[in-house]
């Protein structure tokens, strides 16, 4: 492969926008894609329901205000199959496909301090180089699976709910096993309901969940966006969690009962993710955050007539937001079915699996399908798995053994000319994935310019300023709840990964004053030779 200014890793929403931007900037950059199609996440996790939680006219780029006028969502909340159509419409509409390599694994990268350049080895060999190479790997892109004894007995089909098969899977007349309530098990659930003899849900931990009142988004609608789509974009820009949403004013416990009682009910019934924002210190005060639980903890009651399901139902491990909550479209209405189990594993686990199903301590399930919406190893499954070898040859397997350090998430010392979009210490995973991706991304565009003028072959983050973000994002996280619960924030969905809390939670909107300021200080944090 020819030699390229930069290499990207990953076709996702991160690596398609990496191209357009550097592209656009003057330079010769390639993407390589393991799959054969791009999309990255959008492309894998194909499974009934997958559906953003995020809204459509908010997980769109912003780089192109005729595609942005162009471009029509049908619902407020955007499927799998229309996000991913979007991504291939952006990729043909910018010209992208022919600096984007499918079926290109990345296995291995290795630097070479006297070139400065990346040296990349592919699944089946092939070498590909750079003076930069940019990681867009996703941050929940690494699935994780159980591991239960006889597993691999089961005679029924297996299925990874992030690997999910392109072909068609009819659930008609079959008995179907679901390991999960994550986002992904919580959107499934009531659309395989809708078609399966029956529905098991193994349940380990109960999770919050506010409905999404999702609908067809109409032609007013549509019109009334674009009319002024710069102040929506602004508005997520200058927002927290890059969704548009302003934290309330007083706090939690400020207000009578009355007040507050009117404000989530607002806020449960339109605002999604935004509920976490009714008052500012849901997320940081333990008091507050158990008013927010209790809350929503009697909303999503309402929503399940049995009383020893709705009991099993209710999240206790954890306060509201500690842990992702999700947005749902019926999930706790589909336990009114007939056809939908809820099966308790923290209670009766899971023993094993069998020729026919699933086995719990408490009676056996027969199956013809287990999905396994269990999950990813987390912001750094997907960075860890190819070879990454930085100065000395030393891996970032090995740097990172004690969990990850990075400067802002965008880079680590000994890793030079080495960026990642989304890396763990930016806040991706606690936002709106495209606002801060493409934050990101348009800093990275300057950098790299201001690299190119100045005559500077070699970039790389000092070991001060990492040492510096790492005890930054702790105290930031020290003021929050995030560290009372075991999630996949900070290690805990992993055996023995470590436990450090890995996003920025700073808000996104902070952390885009942090990164101007870094640049208009001459990228301090960085060693320019
Ligand atoms: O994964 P999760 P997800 N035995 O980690 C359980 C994004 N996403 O794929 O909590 C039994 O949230 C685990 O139980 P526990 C989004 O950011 C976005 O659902 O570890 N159960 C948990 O219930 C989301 O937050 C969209 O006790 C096991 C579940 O599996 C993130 O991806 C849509 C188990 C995993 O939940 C991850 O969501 C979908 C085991 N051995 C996903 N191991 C959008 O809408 C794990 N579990 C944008």
Known sequence: MEYRDVLIVGAGIAGLRTLYSLRKAGFDAQVLEASDEIGGVWN???????????ESFDYS????KELEQEWVWSERYPTQPEILRYLNHVADRF????????????????????SATWTLTLHDGRKASSRYLVLCLGQLSAPKMPNYPGQDRFKGETIVSAMWPRREIDFTGKRVGIIGTGSSGMQMTPVIAQIAERVTVFQRTANFSVPAANAPLTEEEDRAVKADYEARREMTRNSPTGLGFQPGKKKTLEVSDEEREEAFEKAYHRLGFGFALTYPDILLDKDANRVASDFLRRKMGERVED???REKLMPVTHGFGTRRPTVDSGYFEAFNRDNVDLADIREHPIEAFTETGIRTSQ???PLDFVIFATGFDAL?????KPRIAGRGGVTLKEKWAAGPITNMGLGTAGFPNLLIVGGPGSPTVLSNVMVSTELQVDWMTELLSHLRDAGVREIEVTREAEAAWNRHVAERVNETLYMTAQSFYNGGEVEGKPKVFMPYSGGVRHYRRLLEQCAADDYVGFALR
């Open 61 to 64: 780029y912003s780089f192109s």
């Open 363 to 365: 009676k056996h399930y």
């Open 44 to 54: 894998h996790n194909r499974y009934p329901g997958a559906r953003c939680d995020v």
């Open 380 to 384: 750094t499954g997907a960075l860890l």
């Open 95 to 114: 010209d992208l496909r022919r600096d984007i390599t499918i079926n290109a694994r990345v296995e291995a990268a290795d630097y070479n301090e006297e």
């Open 307 to 309: 009383p020893e399901v």
